[in-house]
């Protein structure tokens, strides 16, 4: 194999390259044993704490404290600080100029030297960053301060301030949810700034969120109870939701705190407005019958002024109307409180008015339905509050006769009667109670008091022809018979086509027909006095120009004409009866019925005058007299 083969001057220049590479390599050791001591030599240290030191030892970077800096003669601490208050400075130096740029780096490196008095570093970068509009890192640094100082109670209102002022801009820019966090932020910061409450709600109200507003505002309303202006807000958010009589509430209050409040003061017109609008078409609702509508009307109504004691009397009288009794009572029961302390104002007196005529329509409902009892009761309040109503008496007394308690009744009647003594239909319900006396006579067996109370009867209503055949039922058991016949003819001319009549007159006049009997002259002369019994006073002033052309017809009709013109008052006074005068005869016709049955057997199926058996009490023969021996 060939070698090569080196000059003598080419192998110097390799040693001389070899022995300065071998110097550069020895140099570059040197230098970084005396940088880095910690290299470990390949002898093993004797225990571990020779270890660290051989390791730790000759590295003075890990001894701050106690190394010192070739030429300068202070420690690397003092060192920091010093470049750390060198670019507070400089950062301070930046502000004054307004480079808010270069003094935020300033305090930045300031405190990211680890400065003694991190608290104005932080403060001092906020500011600079407020100045420069970054109100989240001023927020950020200003969070630090209250970490670092959390007794301090004005580095929590500044960080507020900035909240408020960052919600504030982003609410100018419209950007409504970030402002309303911020603003939420500051009034969690500082909670008795009502400011900050008071923008979050404009918050709300701008996102339609009217609910969380109204809540909101309730909340501030109970810390601040006698600020005008939150009343009239929740006023008017109120109004939006369509809540009117909270609304009405709120207006009042804040009139109560402010009377001269402009803004309250409108708003309450306007609500008075809307009430008085509905109360006009609940008004016309209800003269068109339209009741069910004019109940919606006037609820409006009072929900826009729920202080008008009027609209509650009209609603009152439209659920007494709907027959809705215990509403009506309760709307004029809470008038009547309301104007307790004013009994001779007008309003009060039309509550009591509504109030009776509650009670007493309650009553005759409670009278159709056959709840008499309860129907007493409702009388008996009536009457307590007003003792000279006469239709308060009659119904009372319409109940007590349907339970048959006839002297409760006739004894209310009576009261009814000196009330108004021209009232007919007074008497009418007099001479029914007298009626009934007279049948529970009449099957008592007591004839005299039966004849009595069928008298009263008639004395009372002479124009019922029944009275007349139910005393001359019982005159018939008395032997009376002129009085009986005179009492058929009378129920005869009054009632011609009335068939209970008829067996009555088979009977006492037989042989006769219906004809025969109208033209006797028993009858002419039971006309005339029929026509003079019931001619009335009234009637007598009606028709005292010619009372030649009266007859008993006309008189009749004259008479029922009035008791139906009686009605018509009772009606015009408001106070509905509990039972008409048809509707009472009706009451009684089943026991009219019953007593026409027994006096039909009492006159045909009378038994035979001519007995088959021996009459042992048969008296002796009669002498004949002179008069008759003359006569023969």
């Known amino acids: 194999m060939d070698e090569r083969k080196t000059s003598p ?52 970077l890990f001894k701050l404290d106690e190394r010192k800096e070739v030429g300068l003669g202070i420690s690397l601490q003092d060192e920091v600080k010093s470049k750390a208050q060198e670019h507070y400075k400089r950062g301070l130096e930046w502000m004054s100029m307004k480079q808010m740029e270069k003094a935020v780096i300033s305090f ?13 570093l932080y403060l001092k970068r ?83 969120r009217h609910g969380d507003c109204l809540q909101l505002i309730s909340r501030q309303i109970e810390n601040e109870p006698q600020n005008p202006d939150l009343y009239i807000l929740r006023a008017r958010m109120q109004n939006i939701f369509n809540k009117a009589t909270p609304c009405y509430l709120d207006v009042k209050k804040a009139l109560h705190l402010d009377p ?51 609209y509650f009397l009209f609603r009152g009288s439209v659920y007494r109307r709907l027959k809705n009794f215990n509403n009506a009572i309760d709307d004029c029961v809470l008038v009547l409180e309301q104007c307790s302390h004013m009994q001779e104002s007008e309003t009060y007196t ?60 006739l004894a209310d009647y009576c009261q009814a009667l000196e009330l108004d003594q021209v009232d007919r239909s007074i008497q009418t ?47 018939q058991k008395l032997q009376d018979d002129v009085g009986s016949k005179n009492d058929a003819l009378t129920a005869l001319i009054l009632s011609p086509k009335n068939k209970q009549v008829h067996p009555v007159l088979s009977v006492l006049f037989p042989g006769m027909s219906t004809s025969d009997i109208m033209n006797s002259e028993a009858a002419e002369r039971m006309k005339s006095a029929v026509a003079a019994k019931l001619t009335s006073p009234c009637v007598q002033r009606k028709h005292a120009a010619n009372p030649s052309t009266e007859t008993v017809g006309s008189v009749v009709q004259q008479m029922n004409s009035d008791t139906v013109k009686s009605g018509a008052e009772d009606k015009g006074s408001h106070f509905i009866p509990c039972v008409t005068e048809q509707q009472l005869y009706k009451a009684i016709i089943p026991r009219q019925i019953k007593l026409q049955e027994e006096v039909r057997k009492a006159f045909l199926d009378r038994q035979a005058l001519k007995q088959e058996r021996i009459n042992i009490n048969a008296s002796a023969k009669p002498q004949k007299t002179a008069r008759f021996k003359q006569a023969i």
């Open 9 to 60: 001057r080419e192998g110097k220049s390799e040693y001389v390259s070899l022995h300065q590479g071998m110097e550069k390599e020895n140099r570059n050791v040197l230098h970084t044993e005396e940088a880095f001591g910690t290299l470990v030599s390949t002898q093993q240290p004797e225990d571990a704490g020779e270890a660290r030191k051989h390791i730790t030892g000759s590295v003075q």
């Open 108 to 120: 930045s490196k300031a405190i990211s030297l680890g400065d003694q008095m991190p608290t104005e």
């Open 126 to 208: 906020a500011e600079a960053y407020l100045y420069l509009c970054d109100f989240q890192s001023a927020a950020l640094n200003y969070r630090m301060v209250c970490f670092m100082n959390p007794l301090r109670q004005d580095f929590q209102a500044n960080l507020a301030f900035i909240f408020y002022i960052q919600g504030q801009i982003l609410y100018d820019q419209e950007v409504y949810m970030d402002a309303l966090e911020s603003f939420s932020q500051a009034s969690e910061l500082n909670s008795s700034n009502p400011v900050y409450q008071m923008r979050s709600i404009a918050c709300l109200y701008a996102l339609s």
């Open 260 to 310: 001269s409040n402009k803004e309250a003061l409108d708003l309450l017109v306007k609500l008075k407005t809307v009430a008085n609008d509905a109360k006009s078409q609940a008004v016309c609702h209800a003269l068109r019958g339209k009741l069910q509508e004019a109940l919606q009307k006037i609820n409006t109504a009072l929900e826009n002024n729920p202080a008008e004691l009027s």
């Open 350 to 409: 039309e509550a009591q008015k509504q109030l009776l005529l509650t009670y007493n329509d309650f009553a005759v409902f409670c009278y159709i339905k056959g709840f008499y009892e309860e129907a007493v009761m409702l009388l008996n309040k009536a009457i307590k509050k007003e003792k000279e109503e006469k239709g308060l008496y009659v119904n009372r007394g319409d109940c007590f006769f349907a339970q048959g308690e006839l002297e409760f009744a």
């Open 429 to 475: 319900r007099i001479a029914a109670v007298q009626n009934e006396f007279g049948l529970l006579d009449y099957h008592s067996g007591k004839y005299r008091q039966a004849e009595s109370r069928f008298s009263k009867a008639i004395q009372d209503n002479p124009t019922v022809c029944h009275y007349y055949l139910h005393r001359a039922t019982v005159r």
